[in-house]
C-alpha cells in the first residue's frame, strides 16, 4: 500500500487523490486554501476549437471519461456537478462558416456540430453577419460541488496547510519527516515557486470574468464569439474570459471589465450592467499540453500541473494516466512528458 503526499487541491491534485485512493493508497492532500484558478473558473467544457473549427486534443477520449467520471461522482451525492450546456457559436468569419459547413456532416465532426438550419441563420443578426452552429456535447461543471464531492467521496485526508518546501527532504520522499513513497506537485501557477520544477514553463495566465444584467441574450444557450456568455439565474450572466499571459496577480481591472464589455457587443447591442468581477490565474504552458512525470533527479517529486485553460475537460482522464504511471509504471501522453520541454532542472 503506498503512501502518497499530494501537495495542491484545486482540480488536478484533487482528482489525482481521488484516483490514487481508489487504487488503494494512503492520500494525504495538502491544500493551502488560497485557490485562484479552479475555483474562479468558469468550469465550461467546448469541444471544438473554433479558429481553424477543429476539435480539441484527445477530445474523444477525454469527454467521455471526463462525463462518465462526473456522473458517478454524483450517484448518491444530491448535488449536480454536470450540466448540459447548448452553445450557440456566432461565426468570426466566412471562412468560419465554411469550416463548419464541410464538416458539419463528417463523422468526425457530426458528434459535435450540428447542422445549420434556416433557424440558425435567423438567430440574433445583431453585429453576426456571418451566421451561428450549435455546438453539441457542452458542459460545464460546478467547481465547488466537484471538489466537495471528491473530498466526500473518497478516502482522502484533507490537510488545510500551505507547504514548507524547506521541510521536505526530496531524497527521502519526506515533509516535516513524515516519510511518503512520492509526493506530487499540483500547484497550479504557484508551482514557480517550487524549487524542485520551477524550472518547468508554467505560464501564469489571468483571466478576469464579469457577471452582468443584459438584455437580448439568451437563457437557454450559451452564447459564443470573442467571449462566452451563460445564463446563471436572477437576469444575470457570466461573461468570460480574458487572457493576459505573464500575469500573476488576481487584481480586477477597468481594462479586463472595458475588454469584456466590448466583446458583449458581439452578442448583444443592449448596455450591460456589471453586477461582479472576479479574475483568476490559469496553469498555462507555452506548447498547451499538461506537465507531468518524475523530477528528473529525484525519483520520490513528481509533477501533475499545465492543465491551462480546459482542467475541467482534461483532469478526470490524466489524473487516471498520472495514478497509473505512478503506481504501474504506465508510460505517459508523450505530449505530456516533462523531457519534452527543452529547459532542464536546476536542482
Ligand atoms: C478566469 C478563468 C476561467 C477559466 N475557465 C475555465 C473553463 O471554463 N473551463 C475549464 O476547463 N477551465 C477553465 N479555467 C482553467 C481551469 O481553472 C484550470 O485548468 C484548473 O483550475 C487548474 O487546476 P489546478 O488544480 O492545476 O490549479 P489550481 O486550481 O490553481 O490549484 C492549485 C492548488 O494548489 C494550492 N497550492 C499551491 N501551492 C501550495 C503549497 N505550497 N502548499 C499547499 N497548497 C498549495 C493552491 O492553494 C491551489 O488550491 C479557467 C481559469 C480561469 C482563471
Redesign the pocket.
Same mark, same amino acid.
Given at each position: 500500500m503506498k503512501k502518497i503526499l499530494v501537495?495542491? /487541491?484545486? !482540480? @488536478?491534485?484533487?482528482c489525482l487523490s481521488y484516483q490514487l485512493a481508489k487504487r488503494n493508497c494512503v492520500v494525504t492532500l495538502?491544500?493551502? /486554501? &488560497?485557490?485562484?484558478? &479552479?475555483?474562479? @473558473? /468558469? /468550469?465550461? !467544457?467546448i469541444p471544438l476549437v473554433f479558429r481553424r473549427m477543429t476539435k480539441s486534443w484527445r477530445i474523444d477520449d477525454f469527454l467521455p471519461y471526463a462525463k462518465s467520471f462526473y456522473q458517478q461522482l454524483e450517484d448518491g451525492f444530491d448535488t449536480t456537478i454536470l450540466y448540459p450546456m447548448p452553445l450557440r457559436r456566432f461565426f468570426s468569419s466566412l471562412q468560419e462558416r465554411n469550416y463548419w459547413l464541410t464538416r458539419q456532416h463528417s463523422d468526425e465532426f457530426s458528434n459535435y456540430m450540428s447542422p445549420i438550419s434556416e433557424e440558425d441563420e435567423s438567430v440574433f443578426p445583431y453585429a453576426n453577419k456571418f451566421g451561428s452552429g450549435r455546438v453539441k456535447e457542452c458542459y460545464r +461543471?460546478d467547481a465547488e460541488s466537484l471538489l466537495n464531492a471528491l473530498k466526500i467521496k473518497s478516502s482522502f485526508q484533507l490537510i488545510q496547510? &500551505? +507547504?514548507d518546501?524547506s521541510q521536505i527532504n526530496a531524497e527521502k520522499g519526506s515533509y516535516k519527516n513524515e516519510v511518503y513513497d512520492c509526493i506530487v506537485f499540483?500547484? *497550479?501557477?504557484?508551482a514557480n515557486?517550487?524549487p524542485w520544477f520551477n524550472y518547468l514553463p508554467v505560464d501564469p &495566465?489571468?483571466?478576469?470574468?464579469l457577471t452582468v444584467k443584459v438584455d437580448g441574450l439568451s437563457e437557454t444557450e450559451v452564447l459564443n464569439r470573442k467571449c462566452s456568455a451563460a445564463f446563471v439565474g436572477n437576469g444575470a450572466y457570466k461573461v *468570460?474570459?480574458t487572457y493576459v499571459w505573464h500575469t500573476a496577480n488576481t487584481i480586477i481591472t477597468e481594462e479586463g471589465k472595458q475588454e469584456l464589455l466590448d466583446h458583449l457587443n458581439c452578442l448583444t447591442e443592449h448596455p450591460a450592467t456589471v453586477v461582479d468581477q +472576479?479574475?483568476? !490565474?490559469?496553469?498555462t504552458t507555452i506548447d498547451r499540453r499538461p506537465l507531468m512525470g518524475f523530477h528528473p533527479e529525484h525519483n520520490k517529486l513528481a509533477v501533475f500541473?499545465g %492543465?491551462?485553460?480546459?482542467?475541467? %475537460? %482534461?483532469?478526470p482522464l490524466l489524473s487516471e494516466e498520472m495514478s497509473a504511471y505512478l503506481l504501474d509504471n504506465k508510460v505517459l501522453d508523450k505530449e505530456c512528458v516533462l523531457t519534452r520541454l527543452k529547459t532542464t532542472s536546476a536542482n
Open positions: 501537495v495542491g /487541491g484545486g !482540480i @488536478a491534485g484533487s495538502m491544500d493551502s /486554501g &488560497t485557490n485562484v484558478s &479552479t475555483k474562479v @473558473a /468558469g /468550469g465550461v !467544457i +461543471v496547510e &500551505t +507547504v518546501y499540483c500547484e *497550479g501557477y504557484q515557486d517550487n &495566465t489571468k483571466g478576469e470574468v *468570460g474570459a +472576479v479574475a483568476g !490565474i490559469r496553469p500541473n %492543465l491551462g485553460a480546459k482542467g475541467f %475537460l %482534461l483532469a
